[in-house]
């Protein structure tokens, strides 16, 4: 069993800064791939990184070169780096775990957190 809990969301200007955390409580952590996605109201929950158990990353079109993201396994945490926010980047974040293979779809995922807002205004 694997909790995850997000923070560092809120509110800010386009073109600014942000870092997410997903700190994970349970056995096991460096068995598993994290991911972020992301969700805005009627919309379905995106993609948007993911790293895997030896910090291979994968990250969505529309974020490459501005979003980084890494882990460290010894406090298990995950942090999303997030750069040049744009407004489209608006919506809740959630930090989710799959065990061994890749996070990649919402419905592939064994674990998520709560979710944290992050709003960009233009």
């Known amino acids: 069993q694997v909790q995850l809990v997000e923070s560092g969301g809120g509110l800010v200007q386009a073109g600014g800064s942000l870092r997410l955390s997903c700190a994970a409580s349970?056995?096991?952590?460096?068995?598993?791939?994290v991911g972020w996605f992301r969700q805005v109201p009627g919309k379905e929950r995106e993609f948007v990184v993911a790293i895997n158990r030896v910090g291979s990353t994968r990250y969505a079109d529309s974020v490459k070169g501005r979003f980084s993201i890494s882990r460290d396994n010894a406090k298990n945490t995950v942090t999303l780096q997030m750069n040049s926010l744009k407004p489209g980047d608006t919506g809740i974040y959630y930090c989710a775990a799959k065990y061994v293979d890749w996070v990649s779809t919402p419905q592939a995922t064994d674990y998520w957190g709560q979710g944290t807002q992050v709003t960009v205004s233009s």
């Open positions: 349970g056995r096991f952590f460096n068995m598993y791939s």
